[in-house]
């Protein structure tokens, strides 16, 4: 039963291929994505760690996104 | 009006959009394979080969609708120059590119079996090539020119004249004659699918809907993370 389903009457390999094609690129393409994600996340981090406390704080006052970034890492961290 | 689009507002949004797709993906990834390997019936000509179309179909609506969707919001920043609108489109346009190459393989996987083919240069075919080319220029205006304005001038020029090929994709089943099948699903008109394999389609699609969602949203998060580092001393 396991092989005819495997087999799909003879259409398995074109079947199973496509399948396998589409999952993969959405897996490649997903981890690319979160890579950069991350990568850019980190970077903006070193920036804002390398600002003088004055600066920081402003920028963290005035950027809810800085906030944000900087919430979420310290979770993980 | 435009005070919702703001990066603060958007980024928040995201991150709760984000951990939500993560937690149902899975739940209706495995619900879309399980109706379209195993429990959708196999066509009567075709056989088991018709279950590709499970994944060429949502990939090929998907390319389409992300190039229209380019369209329409290159238009749009023409006429309101909302600077989020040049951002969506960037986060947009791989992931058109991904879906166009994606239809395009898996339709040569099912044209081979079907067919006797890989690969014809029918209409359809044809003009979905040329739609992955239109997607490949457009996202080398970003990544060849400097200057932005530059960049929504020449990527909004690209994707207004690749719209003339999206109703030729559409109707190039209708205008000549082609290997491809006709339409079966018909948004005006009644469908020739049969409800079997109907669901399993529209779960599948709600499954690439859902993965484009999840794509879009990390590289939109992406761009905004971008402009703040350049921005982060005058903030």
């Given at each position: 039963?396991?092989?005819e389903f495997?087999a799909m009457n003879g259409y398995g390999l074109y079947v199973?291929?496509s399948?396998?094609?589409?999952?993969?690129?959405?897996?490649?393409?997903?981890?690319?994505?979160?890579?950069?994600?991350?990568?850019?996340?980190?970077?903006?981090?070193?920036?804002?760690?390398?600002?003088?406390?004055?600066?920081?704080?402003?920028?963290?006052?005035?950027?809810?996104?800085?906030?944000?970034?900087?919430?979420?890492?310290?979770?993980?961290? | 009006?435009?005070?919702?689009?703001?990066?603060?507002?958007?980024?928040?949004?995201?991150?709760?959009?984000?951990?939500?797709?993560?937690?149902?993906?899975?739940?209706?990834?495995?619900?879309?394979?399980?109706?379209?390997l195993?429990?959708s019936p196999p066509d009567y000509i075709q056989g088991d080969s018709v279950r590709i179309m499970y994944?060429?179909?949502?990939?090929?609506?998907?390319?389409?609708?992300?190039?229209?969707?380019?369209?329409?919001?290159?238009?749009?920043?023409?006429?309101?120059?909302?600077?989020?609108?040049?951002?969506?489109?960037?986060?947009?346009?791989?992931?058109?590119?991904?879906?166009?190459?994606?239809?395009?393989?898996?339709?040569?996987l099912w044209?081979q079996p079907t067919w006797?083919?890989?690969?014809?240069?029918?209409?359809?075919?044809?003009?979905?090539?040329?739609?992955?080319?239109?997607?490949?220029?457009?996202?080398?205006?970003?990544?060849?020119?400097?200057?932005?304005?530059?960049?929504?001038?020449?990527?909004?020029?690209?994707?207004?004249?690749?719209?003339?090929?999206?109703?030729?994709?559409?109707?190039?089943?209708?205008?000549?004659?082609?290997?491809?099948?006709?339409?079966?699903?018909?948004?005006?008109?009644?469908?020739?699918?049969?409800?079997?394999m109907?669901?399993?389609?529209?779960?599948?699609?709600?499954?690439?809907?859902?993965?484009?969602?999840?794509?879009?949203?990390?590289?939109?998060?992406?761009?905004?993370?971008?402009?703040?580092?350049?921005?982060?001393?005058?903030?």
């Amino acid at each position: 039963m396991i092989i005819e389903f495997i087999a799909m009457n003879g259409y398995g390999l074109y079947v199973w291929l496509s399948f396998s094609v589409v999952f993969i690129s959405f897996a490649a393409v997903y981890l690319k994505t979160r890579k950069t994600l991350k990568k850019y996340e980190n970077e903006f981090l070193v920036e804002l760690q390398n600002l003088t406390v004055e600066e920081k704080n402003k920028a963290l006052e005035n950027s809810k996104v800085a906030q944000q970034i900087l919430a979420a890492n310290s979770k993980i961290n | 009006m435009f005070k919702f689009f703001s990066s603060s507002n958007i980024y928040s949004l995201i991150q709760k959009l984000i951990n939500f797709i993560n937690s149902i993906f899975f739940l209706i990834l495995i619900i879309g394979l399980t109706f379209a390997l195993v429990l959708s019936p196999p066509d009567y000509i075709q056989g088991d080969s018709v279950r590709i179309m499970y994944v060429h179909v949502p990939a090929a609506w998907l390319g389409l609708a992300c190039f229209s969707f380019i369209t329409l919001l290159s238009i749009l920043n023409f006429v309101f120059k909302i600077k989020n609108f040049y951002f969506i489109n960037k986060s947009i346009a791989p992931i058109g590119l991904l879906f166009t190459c994606l239809a395009i393989i898996t339709g040569a996987l099912w044209g081979q079996p079907t067919w006797g083919t890989w690969w014809a240069w029918d209409a359809r075919l044809t003009s979905m090539f040329v739609l992955m080319l239109f997607y490949i220029f457009y996202i080398l205006a970003f990544k060849l020119l400097n200057k932005e304005e530059l960049i929504v001038k020449v990527s909004s020029i690209i994707a207004i004249i690749g719209s003339i090929n999206l109703p030729i994709i559409k109707y190039s089943v209708e205008w000549w004659t082609t290997l491809h099948q006709p339409a079966s699903i018909k948004i005006v008109g009644s469908s020739s699918i049969h409800s079997a394999m109907l669901l399993p389609l529209l779960l599948m699609l709600l499954v690439f809907l859902l993965y484009a969602a999840l794509i879009f949203l990390m590289k939109y998060k992406t761009e905004i993370i971008r402009i703040k580092k350049k921005n982060i001393k005058r903030i």
